[in-house]
């Protein structure tokens, strides 16, 4: 079989669609078709079928695909194995972090990455939630994510998933709130209370949504808002209470009360996700160590 047909069948099943597909490839929509059409040939069974207006993979084409993912990581490893009689790790490596990653990880991360003479790092902040995670896999080496802790993990027959931390998750109060003073607050003493949290599918929301299930206490959310920083303006402010990160508000210079929840584990899971395989070229290698190496820093300070 064709490496270059097996590429394209790879795109087509990533991004769902030959349109994608093409402009992933820098091809045009016919020149994809064509090829997976040829693939077809080539094999003798049908690979694609008509789904309305477009195409999905048959039975026959999605178990091709997980080979096809294998053939092409073969092909990584053999590239890293002639990568490593390099003195040192060379190449682009393109990176996405969602955006309170990127501002806990970045500023350290860049200053390890200046230290790898050769390796020559494209980062992104992409505001994802963990459902978009395997389409932005195709554009990037690494896609750094998040999830809440008690979510069905990234599925693991395509991709590889390396965690980076563990964030557990605090309530956030505004200055002279009548539970200031405790050491830990328990949900049900907050029935009542305005909520400020993150879009819905977004892993903070996630996990507010699962401690109501598991407590049978439903917040009142108020407002969402995707940037922290303006949650903790709002919080201070006195415009309601919020679920946030514990690194990250540390960050921060905000007079806002943080206290854990009593009685009860939340936290978002921080991983790097990647394509089976991709791991083993010597410039992501280093990429994701360095990355282990930041995340280790950020849970360590006091």
Same mark, same amino acid.
């Given at each position: 079989?064709d490496?270059g047909?097996?590429?394209?069948?790879r795109?087509? =099943?990533?991004?769902?669609?030959?349109t994608?597909?093409a402009?992933?490839?820098?091809?045009?929509?016919s020149?994809?078709?064509?090829?997976l059409?040829?693939?077809?040939?080539e094999?003798?069974?049908a690979?694609? *079928?008509?789904?309305g207006r477009?195409?999905?993979?048959?039975?026959?084409?999605?178990?091709?695909?997980?080979? =096809?993912?294998?053939?092409?990581?073969a092909?990584?490893? =053999?590239?890293?194995?002639?990568?490593?009689?390099?003195?040192a790790?060379?190449?682009?490596?393109?990176? =996405?972090?969602f955006?309170?990653?990127?501002?806990?990880?970045?500023?350290?991360?860049l200053?390890?990455?200046?230290e790898?003479a050769g390796?020559?790092?494209?980062?992104?902040?992409?505001?994802?939630?963990?459902?978009?995670?395997?389409?932005?896999?195709?554009?990037?080496?690494?896609v750094?994510? %998040?999830?809440?802790?008690h979510a069905?993990?990234?599925?693991?027959d395509?991709?590889d998933?390396?965690?980076?931390?563990?964030?557990?998750?605090?309530?956030?109060?505004?200055?002279? %709130?009548?539970?200031?003073r405790?050491?830990?607050v328990?949900?049900?003493?907050?029935?009542?209370?305005?909520?400020?949290?993150?879009d819905i599918?977004f892993?903070?929301?996630?996990?507010?949504?699962s401690?109501?299930?598991?407590?049978g206490?439903?917040?009142?959310?108020?407002?969402?808002?995707n940037?922290f920083?303006?949650?903790e303006?709002?919080? *201070?402010?006195?415009?309601?209470?919020?679920?946030?990160?514990?690194?990250?508000?540390?960050?921060?210079?905000?007079?806002?009360?943080?206290?854990?929840?009593?009685?009860?584990?939340a936290?978002?899971?921080?991983?790097?996700?990647?394509r089976t395989?991709?791991?083993?070229?010597?410039?992501?290698a280093?990429v994701?160590?360095?990355?282990?190496?930041?995340?280790?820093?950020v849970?360590?300070?006091?």
């Amino acid at each position: 079989m064709d490496v270059g047909r097996l590429r394209v069948l790879r795109e087509f =099943a990533d991004r769902g669609s030959v349109t994608a597909a093409a402009r992933a490839l820098h091809l045009t929509p016919s020149a994809v078709s064509q090829q997976l059409r040829a693939l077809q040939a080539e094999v003798g069974l049908a690979l694609t *079928e008509p789904a309305g207006r477009g195409l999905r993979l048959t039975e026959a084409g999605r178990a091709l695909v997980v080979r =096809a993912d294998e053939v092409l990581a073969a092909l990584d490893r =053999a590239e890293s194995e002639l990568d490593a009689f390099r003195s040192a790790p060379r190449g682009r490596v393109r990176v =996405a972090l969602f955006p309170s990653a990127a501002l806990m990880l970045l500023p350290g991360l860049l200053h390890r990455i200046g230290e790898c003479a050769g390796l020559e790092v494209e980062i992104r902040d992409v505001d994802m939630t963990p459902a978009e995670v395997p389409e932005l896999v195709a554009d990037f080496d690494i896609v750094v994510s %998040h999830r809440d802790e008690h979510a069905d993990p990234f599925p693991a027959d395509r991709l590889d998933v390396v965690h980076l931390l563990r964030e557990p998750l605090d309530v956030a109060l505004p200055p002279g %709130h009548r539970l200031a003073r405790r050491r830990r607050v328990d949900l049900t003493e907050l029935t009542g209370e305005q909520w400020i949290s993150v879009d819905i599918g977004f892993p903070v929301d996630d996990v507010l949504r699962s401690l109501a299930v598991r407590t049978g206490v439903r917040p009142e959310v108020r407002q969402r808002i995707n940037d922290f920083r303006v949650i903790e303006a709002l919080v *201070e402010a006195g415009h309601g209470i919020a679920l946030l990160p514990r690194y990250l508000t540390r960050l921060s210079s905000r007079r806002l009360v943080r206290r854990p929840l009593a009685g009860i584990r939340a936290a978002r899971r921080i991983e790097a996700v990647l394509r089976t395989g991709a791991g083993t070229r010597p410039a992501v290698a280093t990429v994701l160590e360095l990355l282990h190496a930041e995340a280790a820093a950020v849970t360590e300070k006091p």
